[in-house]
């Protein structure tokens, strides 16, 4: 777990990751159970969105992704934004 000196992942700004970890894993199967559950469920589901038309699911499908690897940024400290964020 990070500590409140934290505020960022390389260079990406996580100013409330260290309060964001005590709380998650003061309540794990409350909080982070149904986060895992739709985690897997995203990650596996996304392919099938080549299957829809761009201009309906792009920005919603954008956004979604962005916010979801910005949730693992603020969660677990890790930069997923800078090397995910283009492929969006």
Known sequence: MTDVSTHSSFGVPTPFTSWFQQIFMSFPRLLLAPMSIGAVAFETLAPLILLAPPAL???PFALFGVSFHYGICLLQNIDFVSW???MY
């Open 57 to 59: 699911v792009g920005v």
């Open 84 to 86: 995910w964020g283009p």
